[in-house]
């Protein structure tokens, strides 16, 4: 089966951690993104990655780091100087010379 | 203003008859639009996307654009219970310098079909 994987499905952690969110697709897609969803407020980028190792801050990167070592990966860490983590993260990503992305199932991450 | 603005509803309507979910956006050199479904507690699923001004029908779906206007509409024919959901609205910007596609979401319109 193709598509997005993101893990975990819940995760739980306590101020002053780092976590870091896992995102995974078979798609072959280039393009992946991470968004965070608040309730009321619409999906905000957090950050992009257009090919394997490089990435770009999006409207909310901080506090956040990503890296992209593999086509197929794409993890986020929510570091401590995050003051506001707990949200419902969405990875999504999309293909070369396409417009539309495709969303992962998400985390939601709770701070303690 | 915001970029992509929706009314954040609820919009009731009974089963059967048709529901008009409304966006418009500031952007006037947007290019692409699309509507994604998102069911409490789930991811956004992509259900329509539109370019070019004018209808574009799948199924029970309408995609509707004005470019002039700055406006696109989703109309849903003969909802269904299952249509209960929020409803966002997102426009691929003007593309940068960069040439990154960036695409604003809106805040969601959240739609109940009565039975």
């Known amino acids: 089966d193709g598509g997005i994987t993101q893990s975990p499905k819940y995760l739980f952690r306590k101020e002053g951690q780092n976590v870091t969110l896992s995102c995974e697709q078979n798609?072959?897609?280039?393009?992946m993104y991470w968004y965070r969803q608040d309730p009321g407020q619409g999906l905000r980028l957090i950050y992009y990655s257009q090919i394997v190792n490089d990435f770009q801050k999006g409207d909310i990167a901080e506090g956040y780091s990503v890296s992209r070592e593999k086509k197929e990966s794409f993890p986020l860490t929510v570091t401590s100087a995050q003051k506001n983590p707990t949200a419902f993260y969405l990875c999504?990503?999309?293909?070369?010379?396409?417009?539309?992305?495709?969303f992962g199932p998400g985390t939601r991450l709770t701070v303690l | 203003q915001k970029e992509v603005e929706q009314n954040s509803g609820p919009l009731s309507v009974p089963e059967g008859a048709i529901a008009s979910l409304n966006c418009t956006y500031s952007d006037r050199g947007s290019q692409s639009f699309f509507w994604y479904r998102q069911y409490s507690g789930k991811s956004p699923e992509l259900i329509m996307s539109?370019?070019?001004?004018g209808d574009k029908e799948d199924g029970r779906f309408t995609a509707q654009l004005n470019k002039a206007s700055q406006y696109v509409s989703l109309l849903i024919r003969d909802s269904q219970p299952s249509d209960s959901a929020t409803y966002l609205c997102a426009v691929n910007m003007s593309q940068n310098s960069g040439g990154y596609q960036k695409v604003t979401f809106g805040t969601g319109t959240k739609l109940q079909v009565i039975p």
């Open positions: 539109i370019y070019s001004n």
């Open positions: 999504a990503s999309r293909a070369s010379g396409g417009n539309e992305q495709f």
């Open positions: 798609l072959n897609h280039d393009a």
